[in-house]
């Protein structure tokens, strides 16, 4: 008998108490983490450069505006937080099923509107146009332009004089895993027409429409409220780098949004009871992110975390043959992901090789440009492709060894780290646009960015804008912070880690993938279209930051009355 307590009381803590604390260590690293970008939204707000004052010429050169924050920042934030709950409230009283439809179509809308009046005919973004060239080769079926010795250096033909971007096999050669990306311009390019710009961004407008839908659903599972899902509402309405993402021609959104819309599937399939479904769904749900990985490299990172949430959610049901199947499917899901790569090489008969070792983008992570942020883009892994004549080995020797140079003179002079981390964490994650901004006008408007184009760029509204998305920033930052809180508190209420395997998978996907991508971003090359969809994850747990806000005010009052 005392041994069958003792063995009941070691499975209660290992079942039960053990992975709820798991949790909410994370939660709290979350919290952590959330609390110094709110500090650093507070301190710094980062601008673009321009070269001029016309558009297009805005550059990747930054301005950082350090101080204390203005009496109308504070202001703001303080209205801003106010209107958003007022509004929580209203919206909460409309039957959920047509606030759905209505900031679904809102969505849309507002990214069309903003689409039609950039009216963008071509794009000069440099990844973009060496995809899109690849692309259109492919299209056109000249394979003699993915040659090795076409535009080779030095070559004098007349298209190749002047060329401002890589040859196809440059580019592939340095990097063989944009395969990926380059299929999504050929899909686009092959349905609505080559270099069809507007068709493109229509496409990521629809993707992020659809990703509102998923986060709406996995928000469910999180445990939002008729009150907290109003509060989804008012946010996602009120959040203008997400309604302007779709501008960048680049497959960062879709890639996005069928990685989180895998991620959904796999936590629906975790709920099913038949053994068979549940594991088919799961098995789809991973193919479903492999497609968005292939489009997105770095959204591995999702994944991780989805294996993560997967192995808190079979801790809790049991359901032990979940993990197995999870795991096989994952590995499936990684392999597939070379495959672009091979049927680009079989395709076009050339061998790119290995490209620049992962490490390179590490190096570049800790590398300091004479005309950018810290950690942001440089010519290091290009050179170092050169001076090796692409030797893979030697390349990522060199990466080691900067790695190591640089690791050791933060060691040698924390003040440098520090200011250095903390430069690059501002550039990422307190630039109030996340770049959409900068990437809306890298190129050339059929209306020449006239009306509402030229208003919010570099109009009269444009400081308006910058000022409302910075005050934006910052509160979303406090009311994910409130959120976690929130979260934390209602985990530590609760006898077991969750009701259902589905709410444990969501709290520590959404709260992995934030940590992963944070993490990720601290130390990999930097820039602020990056952090972008790690900073929309938060719009979730910012609403339930507004329920739990809405939920101690109706105490109070229920107190005090």
């Known amino acids: 008998m005392v041994?069958?307590?003792?063995?009941?009381?070691e499975q209660s803590f290992f079942g039960c108490v053990l992975p709820r604390w798991l949790v909410e260590i994370a939660l709290g690293l979350q919290v952590a983490i959330v609390l110094l970008l709110l500090a650093l939204s507070i301190c710094f707000t980062v601008t673009f450069?321009?070269?001029?004052?016309?558009?297009?010429s805005i550059t990747e050169q930054v301005d950082y505006h350090f101080g204390a924050p203005s009496i109308a920042f504070l202001l703001g934030s303080i209205l801003l937080c106010g209107l958003i709950v007022v509004l929580a409230v209203v919206v909460s009283k409309l039957p959920k099923r047509w606030a759905l439809i209505a900031l679904l179509a809102y969505v849309m809308l507002m990214q069309i509107i903003w689409l039609t009046s950039l009216n963008l005919v071509s794009y000069t973004y440099q990844d973009s146009r060496s995809l899109m060239d690849a692309a259109d080769i492919l299209l056109k079926g000249d394979l003699g332009q993915f040659s090795e010795s076409y535009c080779?250096?030095?070559?004098?033909?007349?298209?190749?004089?002047?060329?401002?971007?890589?040859?196809?096999?440059?580019?592939?050669?340095?990097?063989?895993?944009?395969?990926g990306p380059m299929l999504w311009y050929l899909i686009v390019f092959a349905l609505f027409g080559t270099d069809n710009i507007l068709a493109f961004q229509i496409v990521s407008a629809v993707s992020i429409t659809a990703l509102v839908a998923v986060l709406w659903r996995l928000g469910s599972l999180l445990?939002?409220?008729e009150r907290g899902h109003g509060a989804f509402v008012v946010l996602v309405s009120m959040c203008v780098p997400l309604l302007m993402f779709s501008a960048f021609v680049y497959p960062n959104a879709v890639g996005f949004f069928i990685a989180i819309c895998g991620a959904w599937v796999i936590a629906e399939g975790l709920r099913l009871q038949k053994v068979w479904l549940s594991a088919l769904t799961i098995v789809v749900g991973f193919l479903i992110c492999g497609i968005g990985t292939i489009f997105k490299t770095t959204y591995q990172i999702v994944v991780l975390a989805v294996l993560v949430a997967v192995v808190f959610a079979v801790w809790n049901s049991r359901r032990i043959w979940q993990l197995p199947v999870s795991v096989a499917s994952a590995l499936v899901m990684y392999a597939s992901s070379k495959l672009p790569t091979v049927w680009l090489q079989i395709r076009t008969g050339e061998n790119f090789g290995k490209g620049l070792p992962m490490l390179s983008w590490i190096a570049l992570g800790l590398g300091n440009p004479d005309t950018r942020p810290p950690g942001w883009w440089s010519k290091f892994s290009l050179d170092a492709f050169y001076q090796t004549g692409n030797d893979y080995a030697l390349q990522?020797?060199?990466?080691?060894?900067?790695?190591?140079?640089?690791?050791?003179?933060?060691?040698?002079?924390?003040?440098?780290?520090?200011r250095f981390f903390l430069g690059k964490l501002a550039s990422e994650w307190s630039e109030p646009s996340f770049m959409t901004s900068l990437y809306s006008e890298i190129g050339d408007s059929a209306r020449h960015f006239s009306g509402l184009g030229s208003f919010l760029l570099i109009g009269r509204g444009s400081e308006i804008l910058l000022r409302y998305e910075n005050v934006f920033q910052t509160v979303v930052y406090l009311l994910a912070l409130v959120g976690l809180i929130g979260l934390i508190h209602s985990m530590m209420r609760e006898k077991a880690i969750g009701d259902h395997a589905s709410q444990i998978y969501a709290r520590v996907l959404v709260c992995a993938s934030f940590i992963g991508g944070f993490?990720?971003?601290l130390f990999w090359e930097a820039k602020g279209i990056y952090t972008l969809p790690f900073f929309i994850l938060l719009l979730p747990v910012a609403a339930y930051g507004i329920q739990s806000l809405i939920c101690f005010g109706n105490t109070i009052r229920v107190r005090f009355s």
């Open 223 to 225: 445990g939002l409220d």
């Open 152 to 179: 080779a250096s030095g070559a004098t033909q007349a298209e190749c004089v002047g060329r401002s971007i890589p040859s196809a096999y440059s580019y592939f050669s340095y990097y063989p895993f944009q395969s």
């Open 49 to 56: 450069k321009r070269a001029s004052p016309q558009l297009g």
């Open 519 to 521: 993490l990720c971003y």
């Open 3 to 9: 041994r069958q307590r003792k063995a009941h009381k």
């Open 396 to 418: 990522t020797q060199i990466s080691k060894d900067f790695i190591r140079e640089r690791v050791m003179g933060f060691m040698e002079s924390p003040k440098e780290g520090l």
